[in-house]
């Protein structure tokens, strides 16, 4: 059985930092392209970053880049993103997810697995 486990998540003000962790389990994790997603009260779920196989290759929404980093160690089956320089409006639920293919897609739909996400708070 497949389990991503999302942890660190947290209440942070305005311009701090924080690091969210994604725990995998139960899949091959170094064939799994990973993603991080968001979802916001009352808004869509969004795009978030997303990293390669190998961690070579990564991509990112528009709105993050230069402030959020994604990293993988597939040695450890984990996932982390990196945000620095936080804003209010990145408060959201932050969710994990992975998909054998190796597109770094920024759609939810092709991604197969989730977690159940963890909150992240940034207060103005």
């Known amino acids: 059985q497949v389990q991503l486990v999302e942890s660190g998540g947290g209440l942070v003000q305005a311009g701090e930092s924080l690091r969210v962790s994604c725990a995998a389990s139960g899949l091959t994790f170094s064939l799994a392209t990973m993603g991080w997603f968001r979802q916001a009260p009352g808004k869509e779920r969004e795009f978030v970053a997303a990293i390669s196989r190998s961690g070579g290759s990564s991509n990112y929404a528009d709105s993050v880049k230069g402030r959020f980093t994604i990293s993988r160690d597939n040695a450890k089956n984990t996932v982390w993103l990196q945000m620095n320089s936080l804003k209010p409006e990145d408060t959201a639920v932050y969710s994990c997810?992975?998909?054998?293919?190796?597109?770094?897609?920024?759609?939810?739909?092709?991604?197969?697995?989730w977690g159940q996400g963890t909150q992240v708070t940034v207060s103005s």
């Open positions: 997810a992975a998909q054998w293919r190796r597109l770094l897609s920024i759609y939810g739909k092709d991604y197969d697995y």
